[in-house]
């Protein structure tokens, strides 16, 4: 009979542990839709890089040079000061030679392509690479790495976060991961659920700048605390009692 309850249990926790459970066991399996990725949006207070490229180095010198140590763009990303091209609160961004440019409520691919245009007036043939340097996610609760994460590339899935964040820990409560968005001045919260393939058809799979996930404990990790803490209430007792029996015979 324990034996019988044993495995039913293992079945169980090992069925809540283990990702998209729900997947049938075979290589050949292929899911029929994923969720759309879409290109994130320049907003005020970002802080992008901005490299104008020709055959002469030297040409675009002043204004690559502003966009790798421009001080008003500088800001700390995992310990690492990092400077760029800040979007003011106008969504402007002033480039020396090019002027000020209107950059929010872009895509980064639609920002170069605008840049490309007006550094043509100045340089000949000039070629643009625009990026994120402050695109963040902060990932926090039961993962090994709490912590806010600076990403390079622009798409990121919210598994990509937790990996970054080195995975879930055994306490993770993996059914109702919690993720965290500013939208249009509001927060959204969306739950996801870890065990099950639905997840990639979610809209929310691909994650934004400034997202938060945050994965709550389980039952586990609150029996393991008070289990913890009982245990320590019994041996704070039990040298009390030692102690009274011993004061007692003096």
Do not use: H
């Not at 550094?119 to 790495?145: C, H, M, W």
């Not at 249009?184 to 969306?190: R, S």
């Amino acid at each position: 009979m324990a034996a019988t309850f044993s495995i039913l249990t293992s079945c169980v926790v090992t069925k809540k542990t283990v990702y998209f459970n729900d997947l049938p066991d075979t290589a050949k399996f292929k899911s029929s839709q994923v969720a759309d990725f879409k290109e994130p949006i320049i907003q005020a207070d970002d802080i992008l890089s901005i490299t104008v490229q020709t055959v002469d180095p030297a040409i675009t010198a002043a204004v690559n040079q502003v966009s790798a140590m421009s001080p008003s763009g500088s800001l700390q990303a995992n310990g690492t000061a990092v400077s760029g091209f800040l979007v003011d609160k106008n969504g402007t961004v002033s480039i020396p030679i090019l002027g000020t440019l209107k950059l929010a409520g872009l895509t980064t691919f639609k920002a170069r392509e605008l840049v490309q245009q007006k550094a043509a007036l100045y340089f000949k043939d000039p070629s643009v690479q625009i990026r994120f340097i402050n695109f963040k996610i902060t990932v926090l609760g039961e993962v090994a790495k709490p912590a806010t994460y600076t990403v390079p590339n622009e798409k990121v899935s919210i598994l990509d976060a937790l990996g970054m964040a080195g995975d879930l820990t055994i306490y993770g409560l993996r059914e109702n991961v919690l993720l965290v968005r500013d939208q249009d001045g509001k927060k959204d919260f969306i739950r996801f659920n870890l065990n099950s393939s639905e997840i990639f058809k979610s809209p929310y799979f691909y994650l934004k700048q400034n997202d938060v996930v945050y994965v709550e404990p389980g039952k586990g990790k609150v029996a393991a605390n008070n289990a913890a803490r009982t245990q320590s209430f019994a041996v704070i007792g039990s040298i009390v009692s030692v102690l009274i029996v011993l004061i007692s015979r003096f």
